[in-house]
């Protein structure tokens, strides 16, 4: 049987993990293959509300395995923390199975990831602050440290005495911080190695295993599709390597693209990006507060689930979506959030920029140009009668149909899935993905 990527369409946060979750029932092993706990992924379903940062979204299905693929960047005090905070709300974690192979978020990571944003000043790029940039710099300069080392005192202490001179040197030289404690950086990250150890794993066997047995692997993105190094709004991007992108889904869990039978990209029904960097159909004032603060009351309004920060709001963006279709190879699209349109007179979709007097409908390279891109939109109207009920798709309003297929027709992708509220059974599934 296959494997099914679920990614990040647009500039993050787009209800990854909410789909995850419901797609899920039908997979063996659910993997993250990318990024770290600068992703955050709200989760909904019959057992309460979840936050996860790291642990894929498919352990809430006690017999699923779990994987933290080779690709993903852990902080294993985050690890450690998000594994001790399911169990103690009975979520049997035991099924959790970490890639020897993965990085190791150290503390000088996340000390220079602060520090270098601060010497960046004005042109900052909005990092979470978790550390994940200079982690996987790190790794491509053939400097980190993997969990494998973790598990092996005298490995640990071998890397560690050819890197944190070095990174020390960076600290105290470059930015002027305080120098990394070896001997207390050691001990600590020596203790987590014991205590990861049980959930560590030959994942890429695992994740193989399940194919050959027929079985379908469902492989988590994390992030979106617009915040990747090669094909995002550069430099205002994430650092991952393997990319968040579904290209990366392969290398984070050690598999081939004829493994892959479909990348499913999540969209949301509007825009949102947070951190600094272009975004032509970003809105201001009431329209923006109004679609930011839907479900506020309940801590669902568009805030950061990792920072807490205010999501930038703007209109659906169908050229930056369109580019992402086509460097994904999505085959069906998962619209999230829908629900939040519900009682707007009119809603707006972006089908080009205007570019100095010039319409564009491709993907700018040049962050400058993107900058200056107008966006061009058509309107269409909205509908007032609430969408989070409704299960089937003639069900939905006239309006809303009609701004779907509209959608579809531009994207030239068909929505197979439509989310309609953030539980896991508010959805409309026009065709089953499995
Ligand atoms: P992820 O990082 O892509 O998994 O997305 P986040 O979890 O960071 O952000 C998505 C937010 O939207 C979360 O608070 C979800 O609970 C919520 N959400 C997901 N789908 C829907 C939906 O269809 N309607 C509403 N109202 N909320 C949703
Ligand atoms: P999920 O998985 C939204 C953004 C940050 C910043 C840029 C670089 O929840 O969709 P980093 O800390 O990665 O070096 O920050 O990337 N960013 C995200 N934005 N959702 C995420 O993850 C993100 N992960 C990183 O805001 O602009
Ligand atoms: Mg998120």
């Known amino acids: 049987m296959p494997a099914v990527v679920v990614v990040g369409g647009q500039w ?39 936050k996860l940062h790291l642990v894929p979204a498919g352990i809430f299905y006690t017999e699923k395995t779990c994987v933290i693929g080779n690709g993903v960047a852990i902080d294993p005090e985050v ?5 001790s905070q399911l ?11 970490v890639s020897a192979r993965a990085q190791v978020v150290m503390p000088w990571h996340r000390l220079i990831d602060r520090l270098d944003e601060e010497r960046r000043g004005a042109d900052a790029i909005g990092t979470t602050g978790k550390g994940i940039g200079p982690c996987f710099t790190d790794k491509v300069a053939r400097r980190g440290i993997r969990i494998v080392d973790l598990l092996e005192p005298e490995d640990l ?4 005495r050819a890197v944190v001179d070095y990174q020390n040197a960076v600290i105290t030289g470059v930015y002027g911080g305080e120098p990394i404690d070896f001997d207390e950086c050691f001990e600590q990250y020596q203790e987590f190695g014991q ?29 979106g599709s617009l915040l990747d190094l090669d094909h995002g709004t550069y430099e205002y991007v994430t650092s991952s390597v393997p990319s968040s992108t579904a290209g990366g889904a392969t290398l984070g869990v050690g598999i081939g693209p004829t493994d892959v039978q479909r990348a499913i990209g999540v969209f949301k029904s509007y825009c949102t990006r947070v951190g600094n960097g272009p975004f032509p159909t970003e809105l201001f004032g009431e329209m923006a507060d109004k679609l930011r603060d839907h479900g506020k009351e309940f801590g669902r309004g568009e805030y950061g689930t ?9 209109w659906l963006d169908t050229v930056a979506a369109r580019y992402s279709v086509g460097f994904n190879g999505l085959s069906a699209l998962a619209l999230t959030r829908l629900d939040v349109l519900d009682g707007l007179p009119a809603l707006k979709l972006c089908t080009a920029y205007e570019i100095d007097g010039e319409m564009v409908k491709t993907m700018p390279a040049s962050p400058s140009a993107l900058r200056r891109a107008k966006p061009v939109y058509e309107e269409l109207p909205g509908w007032s009668e609430p969408t989070s009920g409704v ?11 009609v701004y779907i297929r509209r959608v579809e027709s531009l994207l030239g992708v068909p929505v197979d899935l439509i989310s309609v509220g953030p539980e896991r059974e508010q959805a409309i599934i026009v065709n089953p993905i499995f």
């Open 12 to 50: 993050g946060d787009e209800g990854k993990g909410r789909i995850v979750d419901l797609l899920a029932r039908k997979a063996r092993v659910v993997a993250r293959y990318s990024a770290g706990n600068n992703a955050g992924h709200t989760i909904v379903n019959e057992l309460g509300e979840f």
């Open 79 to 83: 690890l450690l923390g998000e594994i």
């Open 87 to 97: 169990e103690s709300r009975g979520i049997d974690t035991s099924k959790l199975a």
């Open 157 to 160: 202490l071998a890397r560690m």
């Open 195 to 223: 205590r990861l150890r049980p959930f560590v794993a030959d994942t890429q066997a695992l994740v193989v295993e399940a194919l050959h047995s027929g079985e379908y692997v469902l492989l988590e993105g994390a992030q």
């Open 306 to 314: 990792t920072t807490g920060r205010p999501r930038r709001i703007g």
């Open 391 to 401: 299960r089937n798709f003639d069900d939905l309003p006239a309006e809303a149909q």
